[in-house]
């Protein structure tokens, strides 16, 4: 009898061995020795991509730990989903302590690469584009992590998500950084996660910057401790193209940076420009829920020292001409709804001398109709709380090095 | 060289013992040590499940079975069978789930077309080794003499019962656990005490091959009253058999935060005015999984009655719409009180 042994026992007690390196060509049956490469690595293996284009009729996936999955780069080994026929994505992984990088996924039907329970997992560039450019039919998400605690994404770029180009969701332990999102509905997007930092990030093109959400009914929820520092959001004034029903469809064209409930979002040090309706926005979830268990109140988020524009000269908002009229012209830079948990737990804090404007809503799922327009008047923030242990773990950032 | 056998290699290798197996018509003995051996066996005739693989005979020790509602699979026919060893028996939990023994298989070949048209497909099968269940799919020949591994998956052309022209997608190992996954870990989701008849289980009682028929069998409908059954208990039994191994707390979709098991009760986590989180364009407009009275306005419905990739539900597993499967899911939102 002759049998295929499986390379994972054998590692089990040979272990100091050197992993093995599994280099896959593009070409005639490449889809078949691909998957099956990430089916047979080894925990430490290394499956490499060479240069080329991998045309792909299926979804790709992986499930062994500790696995790299290493392109020539972004722009040379390209996995092309563009004749995908079945799977919810290009590429799944639900093993932890995976390192994609150097490679591209192009046109997926669905989600771009989803890794799903799948802790300790860097991106790092990785390039996620829907070539066709923003279109409703495109696929949802382009770096899609979700369920995970340890997330680095860095040097990697999307374009064309139809919901959100980077979109971390149900998450802790999350870095995202260095990466250039446009041409999105959403450009990054931090949902139902915990200790996060957005940094250094180039976001621009995209219905809405940045957002960073908390909605009810999942099995994670609490968004919270996030930091937004230095990125660029410019010119973020794509009409949504979002399918009808989805959250992000709810967000206008021309938004910068916005938070929707979460506790302790700090925002500084961030470059927005260009973007109509609102540089910065912060709300509470805007519709109706039945879930005792959530939160819909941002509170204490910090818009601290930006650099920022005048404000929104094109909002995309019910009455948004007569607003303009009312404000001289320019709404000022922050846009608030008004609500709050309760007096001892401010939604918003700023520095003085942060304009901003209020739509005075006085119950959480009010309709914008029934806004009253008015100044900003909000705390002044005091001292930053301590965001020591938020981010990707040092780990992973070592595997980069 | 640590791993040195290329699967083109082994399959070489394997074609002759492979092909002394065809043709062989006495009932051999279930080779065990395959089963439960590390590693894959090339050939789905190692094993020695069946008497005739292309009859689809089984066996030795090993029992056909039927499901109550079964899952869907682009209209496949399903031949699903079990195999205990020897002086082992399935024991039934205090769920209603039946716990096998180290050393058993499930196995369910997929074939299409009708008496002397019939081919097989493929056969899936699900190992359960001392370290867990072990899911694979072999893909059948086209003469039908043997069926081989086929880890990557596959497609093949063929016509469904519908009469559809489709790319059938045969799964990867991953795409197998994919379905067959809770919580990370790979297990059976067909052979629930609950989907298997009462007279079934009770033979197997009377064999000795069961413990006990445990309470709560037999509990969900039988899908061939699909068109004239109660909409309810058959729209829920399909979505648990259907969609639930995903669905659920654990489950790959667990984020999506809807759960379709039978047990489920929650309205708002069967889909109830549940609004999307991660859909997409699966959305299809739509603002609620199950909008009650309105099935043309209610998610759930709408990616089951697709099949493009992005859209359509279950992800994997189809290259079709199951009409009948939708129309008990129609009539059922239909009912609902608005």
């Known amino acids: ?401 | 060289m640590r791993r040195g056998l290329g699967l083109l290699a082994v399959a070489c290798a394997t074609l002759g013992a492979a092909l002394s197996h065809a043709g062989v018509t006495q009932a051999p003995a279930v080779n065990d040590a395959v089963i439960l051996e590390e590693g894959f066996a090339r050939a789905l005739s190692e094993y020695g499940f069946f008497a005739n693989g292309a009859q689809q005979l089984p066996g030795a020790g090993v029992t056909p079975y039927a499901l109550n509602t079964p899952l869907w699979s682009d209209g496949a026919e399903k031949l699903r069978f079990i195999y205990l060893p020897q002086g082992t028996q399935l024991v039934a939990d205090a769920d209603g789930l039946l716990q096998f023994p180290v050393g058993a298989a499930i196995i369910k070949t997929f074939a299409f077309g009708e008496g002397k048209a019939r081919r097989l497909i493929e056969t899936r099968l699900l190992l359960h080794r001392k370290d867990g269940w072990t899911a694979l799919p072999y893909r059948w020949n086209a003469e039908q003499t043997e069926a081989t591994l086929a880890l990557a998956g596959g497609r093949i052309d063929l016509t469904t019962p519908a009469g559809e022209a489709i790319s059938y997608a045969i799964p990867n190992k991953n795409q197998c656990k994919a379905c067959h996954s809770k919580d990370g870990v790979v297990i059976p989701i067909g052979p629930k005490a609950r989907n298997l008849s009462a007279e079934w289980l009770g033979q197997m009682a009377k064999r000795g091959v069961l413990d006990t028929v445990p309470a709560g069998a037999d509990s969900l409908p039988d899908w061939r009253n699909h068109a004239t059954g109660p909409a309810a208990p058959l729209a829920r039994a399909y979505l648990d058999v259907n969609c639930a191994h995903c669905h659920q707390p654990g489950g790959g979709a667990s984020n999506s935060g809807l759960d379709l098991r039978w047990e489920q009760d929650d309205p708002h986590a069967i889909g109830i005015m549940k609004r999307p989180v991660a859909a997409g364009r699966g959305a299809g407009g739509h603002e609620f999984s199950i909008l009650p009275g309105a099935p043309d306005q209610s998610i759930l419905l709408y990616r089951m009655d697709s099949a493009e990739p992005g859209i359509a539900m279950p992800e994997i597993g189809k290259s079709s719409v199951d009409r009948e499967g939708g129309a008990v899911v129609r009539r059922w939102i239909l009912e609902m009180q608005q």
């Open chain 1, 1 to 401: 009898m002759k049998r295929l042994i499986m390379a994972a026992a054998l590692l089990a007690s040979a272990a100091p061995l050197a992993a093995e390196i599994h280099t896959i060509a593009p070409g005639e049956g490449s889809a078949e020795r691909l998957q099956e490469a990430l089916i047979l690595a080894a925990p430490g293996d290394e499956v490499v991509l060479e240069a080329g284009r991998f045309v792909l009729t299926d979804g790709l996936s992986l499930d062994v730990e500790g696995v790299t999955v290493r392109g020539a780069g972004p722009a040379l080994s390209i996995l092309d989903f563009t004749a995908q026929a079945g799977a919810g994505e290009g590429l799944l992984v639900t093993s932890d302590n995976v390192t994609l990088r150097d490679f591209a996924v192009e046109n997926p039907k669905g989600d771009g690469i989803k890794s799903k329970g799948a802790d300790n997992i860097v991106y790092h560039r990785i390039r996620v584009t829907w070539t066709g450019g923003p279109k409703a039919e495109n696929g949802a998400y382009g770096i899609y992590p979700v369920e995970s605690t340890g997330v680095l994404v860095s040097h990697s770029e999307v374009s064309g998500a139809s919901d959100a180009g980077i979109y971390v969701g149900q998450s802790s332990k999350i870095t995202v950084r260095n990466s250039i999102a446009t041409d999105n509905v959403a450009g990054i997007e931090i949902e139902n996660s915990r200790d996060a930092i957005v940094t250094q990030n180039y976001v621009t093109r995209n219905t809405g910057g940045i957002l960073v959400f908390d909605l009810p009914g999942l099995p994670v929820m609490g968004g919270g401790n996030v930091l937004i520092t230095n990125n660029l959001v410019a010119g973020n004034n794509t009409p949504n193209f979002a399918p009808p029903g989805n959250i992000v469809a709810g967000v206008p064209r021309g938004t910068g940076i916005m938070v929707m409930a979460n506790e302790q979002v700090w925002i500084e040090d961030n470059v927005v420009q260009d973007n109509p309706t609102a540089p910065f926005m912060v709300v509470a979830y805007t519709q109706q829920f039945d879930d005792a268990r959530y939160n819909p109140f941002a509170r204490e988020v910090v818009i601290a020292d930006n650099v920022v524009d005048a404000g929104a000269t094109d909002p995309d908002l019910p009455g948004g001409a007569m607003l303009l009229a009312a404000f001289g012209g320019t709404l000022p830079p922050i846009m608030w709804d008004g609500l709050q948990q309760d007096a001892d737990t401010p939604a918003l804090l700023t520095i003085p001398g942060n304009p901003g404007w209020s739509l005075n809503l006085s119950r959480q799922g009010q309709s914008l109709a029934e806004a009253q327009p008015g100044p900003l008047d909000v705390p002044a923030y005091g001292q930053p709380w301590m965001m020591d242990g938020i981010g990707a773990p040092a780990e992973l950032e070592a595997r980069l090095k």
